[in-house]
């Protein structure tokens, strides 16, 4: 049972234009939440995550917004660069001594120019 | 840099053989985690460890085992390893208090 979802695989997107990824939860508990770059032969990398006393967090062309009544996340990218195609993954936690990351299956963003 | 070697990058062995891979941080991090990576399914966690000698299971820890000696290693074996186990293995760790994980570049593993 996938507890956290990414429905769309791929996205293509114009250079300079706004990016918007999404990502659903099944789990109510979950209550901290945060996106990931990932390039092909490299390991994910954090980029930006928020916690479920928020709904809405920035860190410069990055935005992370949290709908927790319709257990929703998503990411906007604006203006999106050609260096953003990568895969992006969601994931959501548990916060507490030994939490784990659930990670969903990933949207692969290609800006094209 | 987050302090995460992972070591083989790349494997490929044979169906049946034992296969361990292994991770090693430099930042003090008191737990460690392993990933794998499969199409259509994201990142899906093996096991996990909260402390030296501490493990925990994941959610697809069938066939795989772990041990955690010093606080800098985490081991991940393959006693037996199965075609179904090709995959790209990652291992992440984090600080106590800070859910962010920090993730080295991953291990291709091929079992023929």
């Known amino acids: 049972d996938q507890q956290v979802k990414q429905n769309s695989p791929s996205l293509s997107v114009q250079e300079g234009r706004i990016s918007i990824l999404n990502c659903d939860y099944t789990?109510?508990?979950?209550?901290?939440f945060l996106w990931y770059k990932k390039y092909p032969a490299e390991g994910p990398t954090f980029l930006i995550s928020?916690?479920?006393?928020?709904d809405k967090n920035e860190d410069g062309r990055f935005t992370v917004f949290l709908n927790k009544s319709a257990k929703h996340l998503s990411l906007h990218i604006v203006p999106s660069q050609p260096g953003d195609s990568a895969v992006y993954f969601c994931?959501?936690?548990?916060?507490?001594?030994?939490?784990?990351?659930?990670f969903g299956t990933g949207t692969r963003l290609q800006v094209t120019l | 840099d987050a302090g995460i070697t992972q070591s083989p990058r790349h494997k490929v062995t044979e169906t049946g053989t034992p296969v361990t891979l292994r991770c090693h941080q430099t930042?003090?991090?008191?737990?460690m985690y392993w990933y794998r990576q499969d199409p259509g399914h994201g990142l899906r966690l093996i096991h996990y460890?909260?402390?030296?000698?501490?493990?925990d299971k994941g959610e697809v820890s069938d066939g795989y085992s772990v041990s955690r000696s010093k606080t800098e290693d985490f081991l991940l074996t393959l006693e037996s390893a199965t075609s179904s186990q090709t995959s790209v293995y990652f291992c992440?760790?984090?600080?106590?208090?800070?859910?962010?994980?920090?993730f080295g570049s991953g291990t291709q593993l091929s079992v023929l």
């Open positions: 928020i916690s479920s006393i928020k």
């Open positions: 460890s909260y402390g030296v000698k501490d493990t």
């Open positions: 992440a760790a984090r600080q106590s208090g800070n859910e962010k994980l920090f």
């Open positions: 789990n109510s508990m979950f209550d901290y």
């Open positions: 994931a959501a936690s548990l916060t507490g001594t030994a939490s784990k990351l659930t």
């Open positions: 930042e003090n991090h008191r737990y």
